[in-house]
Structure formats: C-alpha cells, structure tokens
C-alpha cells in the first residue's frame, strides 16, 4: 500500500508563492496518473492539477497559468508550484492517484492566503 505524506504548505500573503512535496512510499507511485486535490472549509474536495507518468499535465481552470505541476519518478515525488496566490486558493491540499480505488489519503498540507 502506497502512504502519502504532503509537505510544504503555510500562510502567505496574496501574490506570493508556495511550493508543495507529496513523498509517496511504495513501488507502484511511478506508473500512476498522479493529482493534487484541495478541500476548502464547507467544500467538497476538487481536483487541482494532474501529471501522468511520462510528465503530460492538466489544470483545473481556477489555477491555470498559476499553479505548476510536476513529478520525480527516482524519488516518488511530486510536487505543485503555486504562483500568485489568491485568498481563495486557502485549503488543504492532498495528492492521490486519480481512477478507482485511491491510495490512503494523507494528511494533507494547509495553505492559507491572506488578502
């Protein structure tokens, strides 16, 4: 079983930047569609960013041009670059593999935004 452990988050000032690190454990990370999702008090969890295993990204349109996703297959890595942050990208923010049957969930890693 994979275990997921996010890193990285903190409290920063609207237009800053922060960069997250998702270590996962187990053999199998490296071949999975891997995203980082977020969950916003009162809301439901969403989809942020995804990466294949050969490095093919997508973005939810609320961080395109902002946020940047990436991976390092040799370290079981991956990580989100997030740019001009706005209040509303304030939540917790979680990575699993996306399909059936997720991996555990982390604990997660808060970023809070200031305006």
């Known amino acids: 079983q994979v275990q997921l452990v996010e890193s990285g988050g903190g409290l920063v000032q609207a237009g800053g930047s922060l960069r997250l690190s998702c270590a996962a454990s187990?053999?199998?990370?490296?071949?999975?569609?891997v995203g980082w999702y977020r969950q916003a008090p009162g809301k439901q969890r969403e989809l942020v960013a995804t990466?294949?295993?050969?490095?093919?990204?997508n973005y939810a349109d609320s961080v395109k041009s902002r946020f940047t996703i990436s991976r390092d297959n040799a370290k079981n890595t991956v990580y989100l670059q997030m740019n001009s942050l706005k209040p509303e990208d304030t939540a917790v923010y979680y990575c699993?593999?996306?399909?059936?049957?997720?991996?555990?969930w982390g604990q997660g890693t808060q970023v809070t935004v200031s305006s």
């Open positions: 990466i294949t295993s050969g490095g093919s990204t």
């Open positions: 187990g053999s199998r990370f490296s071949i999975n569609v």
């Open positions: 699993n593999k996306l399909g059936s049957a997720p991996w555990a």
